[in-house]
């Protein structure tokens, strides 16, 4: 039988920006608990959204960001999975990742294709006995990790690496190491693939479509199905586009993104985006299998 889950997601530092807001909020208004984890205090958390410490997952010691980008995905991957093994009525969100209807699975397995390849685990029930749940701890205990999924030709000079002493870290590898990539070869290696859900479940808008998320006029009803729980939001790309070509940036009312504002009584103007630093990465846990670049 299904049972209830709590939703678990990590905010790290900051304010919530109205992207956020919308999406924790999108939970509370679904009904379901939803529980954000910090590691300082986080300004305006929508009403009904719990807040607790992330140490208690993850000390922040050690804190694991991607050398290139600057991203904290790494660390929020580690975190997912130790978050999976300690709860087993918990569900991992990413905080870019907009509630359909509450999540719920009969067998502690819930995650979908994002494409024809990968596994996104933007949004990731594990159960606490998953060997694919194991197998991701396992590898992530190594920092210099050489990845089964790699071509012998690709793990030559990582292998070269190594027995020269200087071993490549997980953070300048390619994007992913600790995340989607991961997640489907291990699904894959122990047959818990076969659990996952179609693309429309939780990943209805592809990448290369999310565009429409900011058209007026768009329509979700073109993407989506009764089977759709969630709905990605691309959050960092959508950010970057939004402040791109919205000096206030604020979206467009009629665009979907600014519809869903207004259903859920966020004010954008009241919790604006801001602008990064030049080679600052906002966090919003995006690691998905899209990150760098859609497949089909």
Known sequence: MSRDYTIGALWIGGSLSYLEQLCLKSFVDAGQHIRLYTYHTVEKVPEGVEIADANEILPSENFLTHER??????????????????????????????????????????????????????????????????????????????????????????????????????????????????????????GEIRFALKRVALYPVHYRHRGVLLSPGGQLSKFCTDETFSIHLYGRRLRARILARREDGIPPVRSIVGRLLQKHGIDPAAAPLRRPAPGEVLDDNDDSAAGEGADE
Not at 72 to 91: E, K, Q
Not at 140 to 152: H, V
């Open 69 to 190: 980008t600057g991203s904290p995905a790494l660390h929020s991957d580690l975190f997912r999975y130790h978050m999976l093994t300690r709860h087993d009525d918990v569900i991992w969100a990413d905080t870019d990742a907009y509630c359909v209807k509450p999540f719920t699975t009969e067998n502690g397995h819930f995650y979908a294709w994002e494409s024809n390849r990968k596994v996104n685990g933007g949004v990731l029930g594990l159960p606490p006995d998953s060997e694919t749940l194991r197998e991701l701890l396992e590898f992530t205990r190594d920092e210099f990790p050489i990845p089964g999924w790699l071509t012998e030709e690709e793990k030559a000079p990582l292998r070269a690496a190594h027995e020269g002493g200087k071993p490549v870290h997980a953070s300048e590898q390619p994007w992913g190491v600790w995340g989607p990539d991961a997640v489907t070869y291990f699904l894959r290696k122990t």
